[in-house]
């Protein structure tokens, strides 16, 4: 009968259509991160390291911050990404097996926690409500939440931006903070920065707020020439660190160590300049006595 | 009850709601009247009002609800700069109310219509034949008839509608599915409680509105 | 009745004029409203080249829009197959004649109904992981919320569909001494299928824009990879979402006219089924949008 084969067709699309689900983890930037993973390492036999080792190790980074994690094709670049390559070669391994998977603000903690992936490298601040959750290596960069606004605008300080509108993410740690600290300020939250750059750019809001170095990526964009500056006055301490999980001190500590070596053999101030030192500002030194102790 | 036994994220719990049942009832009511008018329009005697009519179905309907309250903001709100109010939340509020109603409309005008392909076609012949004009015909013979015999699909799309409202949590508006994640993320390991208890609220609130609907449509029913 | 034909004489002389004003005068509205808002988008610099640009090169179409347009389309077959098997089990549980089957089945349907659907994408994404101690891909939390909501509005249209079929049939089937079961999967469920094509097809139209909810949880489908990851490369967010729109009104457009020609090919080959008003049939909670 016509239904059984029309049946039948469909069950076979449905098996071609899951084989081939399951099988896109294969190839890198595809950023749907199937996670096989058995979740969190509580020991060294599932940590980075012995991920490292089998070859493979999958990053969670941003997609849409040009300079530090931008998806661009089917590939990423940026500052994070880079780091990202120093600790996998730092773990001994090659530059292929890195898989990185699309990770937004928000979903940053339970990636790890659920073993999506095994690294976190997406402009991800340190604080001790998240070290509740995860463990972190670094911090490999001290940024600082700023605020971006046109050029001629009078605001110079967040405490200026009572009754004004600033555009944020929604669940990132600078848009907590005014809706903390700055409740007079108008906060208006999208789910991406290009969306906030493009609001301020239309006027819409009269500032972004999020970390300085992101800010700085956004306003080197060539159409954005002239049009932006970052207030340039830092109102909070925003380290970068390297997510993992929980548990996995041993994984925590070889990157600190590799965080180390780098901050010595140039690898740092190279990737420093592929990347962010395009927009001319020259690349900061990381400060190993202030990396975590991996608790 | 950890979670919500804290007054904080209590209240946040009932604020979101609240944003939910506002945009509810304000899209509702606009969208019925745009549905209405759109009906008219697609069974009009005129082309240019049925080209139009069916030109709005055909867009809105085919249209993921996000993209268009993406649209609202940066189309209406940036591009167009209409402004609906100056408070940034209740300006992304009415910016939300004029997606949701534009969306539902597009379903309240088809399903008025399937309702006016209902009424038997001798009402509107006897309603020419004593000398009623279109909109005449359709205002007092056809409208009545149909409205009531599509009560159950209306329903179904004002429940739609009710949950088509989180949407507009892409705008940054804090209702109650932006709630929910951020509860989430704070308190992951309530996520189960958290869940069951904002899925639970929706659930009380329209399975009944849904039989609601069926013993309305019921009651109200043009027997023939 | 047929609507036009019947609502108003066919026009005469007087009604000519009075329609050819309002065409006039409407027409000159609605062109007057485009115009304004052409005027307004140039205003806001939303022609100029560069941000249409990205467009004209296919590495754009190949890196993003069509790896959206393929994730999109994964989800929604895959969910659709499986809401097709969700509605097909809970519906003919719904209609068992034993309490403990058909009640159970009947909560979980209303559930899932009222539940939104952006809540429990979240839920699965978010949640679900910290019980069963595994990550759960974007693609399956999507999935999975796709199948459960569509399979609940399936598993009433279903059940509509069923009672639809004329109760002579079944009443034949029971004479000739077939039992339940064998009478739902020989007579009922094949013509309630039939009938009901129509309603399935329009449901996978609204799967195909519910996956666009996934971007929320970074599916890459189109809205995540050809509008967020386009802007964020070229900055032109509101040009990348009018072209996905036009994609998405294409694609659904399609699938409409799908809709529409199963409709008139199974009226042409005779079948007398009692045609099934899609809106009534599925009263109640969330006849899916």
Not at chain 1, 224 to 235: M, N
Not at chain 3, 96 to 109: D, F, T, Y
Request: charged letters at 15%.
């Amino acid at each position: 009968m016509r239904m059984t084969r029309v049946a039948a067709t469909a069950a076979a699309a449905v098996l071609a259509l899951t084989m081939a689900a399951c099988g896109d983890d294969g190839g890198s930037g595809t950023g749907t991160g199937s996670g096989t993973g058995t979740g969190s390492g509580d020991s060294n036999a599932t940590g980075v390291i012995a991920k490292a080792q089998g070859g493979s190790l999958k990053v969670g980074v941003k997609a849409d911050q040009p300079g530090l994690g931008l998806q661009t094709g089917t590939a990423y670049e940026g500052f994070d990404i880079e780091m990202a390559k120093i600790i996998a070669k730092g773990l001994g391994m090659q530059e292929s097996g890195i898989q990185y998977v699309t990770t937004v603000s928000a979903n940053r903690e339970p990636y790890i926690q659920q073993g999506t992936v095994d690294l976190v490298i997406a402009t991800y601040t340190i604080n001790d409500e998240r070290k509740t959750k995860v463990n972190f290596a670094g911090p490999y960069f001290m940024a600082g939440q700023d605020l971006l606004v046109p050029t001629d605008s009078t605001i110079s300080a967040p405490e200026q931006l009572e009754g004004k509108k600033v555009c944020s993410v929604t669940g990132s740690t600078p848009a907590k903070r005014i809706q903390e600290k700055y409740k007079g300020a108008q906060l208006q939250l999208f789910d991406a920065y290009s969306k906030c750059i493009t609001a301020l750019a239309g006027g819409q809001v009269d500032a972004v707020t999020t970390d300085d170095i992101i800010l700085a990526g956004y306003a080197a964009q060539p159409q954005f020439a002239g049009k932006f500056k970052v207030v340039g006055k830092p109102f909070s301490e925003e380290p970068y660190g390297v997510g993992l999980a929980k548990a996995d001190k041993a994984g925590c500590e070889k990157i600190n160590e590799i965080l180390k070596a780098a901050a010595s053999d140039g690898s740092y101030k190279a990737a420093w300049d592929k990347t962010l030192g395009k927009s001319g500002t020259p690349a900061p030194e990381l400060d190993t006595s202030k990396l975590t102790n991996c608790a | 009850m950890p979670v919500f036994s804290d007054p904080a994220n209590f209240d946040a719990y009932v604020s979101g709601f609240l944003w939910i049942l506002k945009m509810t009832g304000a899209s509702a009511a606009l969208a019925l009247v745009i549905g209405v008018l759109l009906a008219g329009m697609r069974v009009s005697p005129v082309p240019v009002l049925r080209w139009f009519g069916a030109a709005w179905v055909n867009i809105f309907r085919n249209t993921p609800l996000t993209l268009i309250i993406f649209f609202c903001y940066f189309g209406l709100y940036a591009t167009l700069t209409i402004s609906l109010s100056d408070d940034l939340i209740l300006n992304n509020f009415w910016l939300g109310v004029v997606g949701l109603s534009v969306y539902t409309a597009a379903f309240v005008c088809e399903a008025l219509r399937s309702g006016i392909n209902t009424v038997p076609p001798g009402q509107a012949e006897a309603a020419r034949a004593i000398g009623l004009t279109f909109s005449q015909t359709l205002r007092i013979v056809v409208l009545p008839q149909a409205g009531r015999a599509v009560i159950a699909p209306l329903g179904s799309v004002l429940i739609a509608l009710c949950k088509n409202t989180t949407i507009v949590g892409t705008i940054g508006l804090l209702e109650a599915s932006n709630i929910m994640k951020q509860l989430i993320n704070d308190n992951g390991d309530q996520v189960i409680l958290i869940f069951l208890v904002f899925a639970g609220t929706f659930a009380a609130v329209l399975i009944p509105v849904g039989y609601f609907f069926g013993w309305l449509a019921n009651r109200l029913a043009v027997k023939r | 009745m047929n609507g036009n034909p019947v609502l108003y004489d066919h026009p005469g002389p007087r009604a000519k004029v009075r329609n050819a004003i309002l065409t006039v005068v409407f027409g000159g509205l609605i062109l007057a409203l485009l115009y304004w808002i052409y005027r307004k988008f140039d205003e806001k610099g939303q022609f100029t080249k560069v941000l249409w640009e990205p467009f004209t090169q296919g590495a754009v179409w190949k890196n993003f829009i069509f790896p959206g347009i393929e994730g999109t389309l994964k989800a929604a077959a895959t969910a659709m197959v499986f809401a097709l098997a969700f509605g097909l089990i809970f519906s003919v549980g719904r209609l068992s004649e034993h309490r403990w089957i058909s009640v159970p089945a009947g909560v979980v349907v209303e559930f899932f109904r009222a539940v939104p659907l952006l809540l429990m994408i979240f839920f699965i994404s978010f949640g679900v992981p910290f019980l069963i101690h595994q990550p759960v891909p974007p693609f399956w939390s999507v999935v999975i919320g796709l199948t459960l909501y569509n399979g609940s509005v399936l598993a009433e249209a279903f059940r509509a569909g069923i009672r639809a079929v004329p109760s002579g049939q079944s009443e034949a089937a029971y004479a000739v001494g077939m039992r339940k079961s064998a009478v739902m999967q020989h007579i009922l469920v094949p013509q309630a299928a039939r009938a009901m094509l129509p309603v399935i097809v329009s449901q996978l139209v609204v799967l195909l824009k519910d996956t666009a909810l996934g971007y929320i949880v970074s599916y890459p489908e189109l809205l995540q990879l050809g509008v967020n990851v386009v802007a964020a490369n070229y900055f032109n967010v509101i040009q990348a979402a009018i072209v996905a729109a036009v994609l998405y009104i294409v694609v659904n457009f399609a699938l409409t006219g799908l809709a529409n020609y199963l409709d008139r090919r199974t009226q042409r080959r005779g079948i007398k089924t009692r045609p099934i008003d899609p809106g009534a049939a599925m009263g109640g909670a969330g006849g899916g949008f």
